[in-house]
C-alpha cells in the first residue's frame, strides 16, 4: 500500500526514472512528424489509425504523444514545430515495417522521421519524396525518455 503511495506523490522527475528504467529501447519506437500539426489534429489523422493497424497485426500501441512548440505566430496564436507518438512494440522490425507503409498512406509530410534503437546504436527511418531512408545514425534523443 505504501509503495502505491510513493509512486503517486513521486516528483516528475522521479517518474521519468522510473519509467526509463523500465522501458526497453528495443521495443521502443519514437514517430517525429515535423509541422505545425495541433494535438487533436494528430490524434485524428496519425495515432487513432496508427493505433488501429498496429492492434490489428499485434504489433504493440500508441503509448504516448506530444508537440514541440515553436515560436508562436505573429497574432499569439501557438506553433508546433513537430509533434511526436510513443510507440510501444513487440518486434520492432515488423512494427517499423507497419508504421512506414502506413505513415505513407497517412500522407506523412516528407521529413518524419521513425527513432528506434538497435543493438545500442540510435537510428532513424527518414520519410523523403515518398520513400523511406532506413537505418540512418541520429542524435536527437526522445524529449522524455533520452532514448
Request: glycine share 10%; proline share 6%; aromatic share 8%.
Amino acid at each position: 500500500m505504501f509503495g502505491l503511495f510513493r509512486k503517486l506523490l513521486a516528483s516528475k522527475s522521479e517518474k521519468v526514472a522510473n519509467v526509463t528504467a523500465d522501458l526497453d529501447p528495443q521495443l521502443f519506437v519514437y514517430v517525429k512528424i515535423p509541422g505545425d500539426i495541433q494535438p487533436l489534429a494528430r490524434g485524428e489523422r496519425f495515432e487513432d489509425p496508427l493505433q488501429v493497424a498496429l492492434e490489428a497485426e499485434q504489433l504493440g500501441n500508441i503509448s504516448g504523444g506530444g508537440s514541440q512548440l515553436d515560436d508562436p505566430y505573429p497574432d499569439g496564436r501557438p506553433r508546433v514545430e513537430f509533434c511526436g507518438l510513443d510507440v510501444d512494440v513487440v518486434d520492432q522490425d515488423r512494427a517499423r515495417a507497419l508504421l512506414m507503409r502506413e505513415l505513407i498512406k497517412l500522407e506523412a509530410p516528407d521529413g518524419t522521421e521513425l527513432h528506434y534503437t538497435k543493438q545500442g546504436a540510435a537510428l532513424l527511418d527518414r520519410l523523403v519524396n515518398g520513400s523511406w531512408n532506413e537505418g540512418l545514425a541520429r542524435t536527437f534523443m526522445h524529449p522524455g525518455f533520452g532514448v
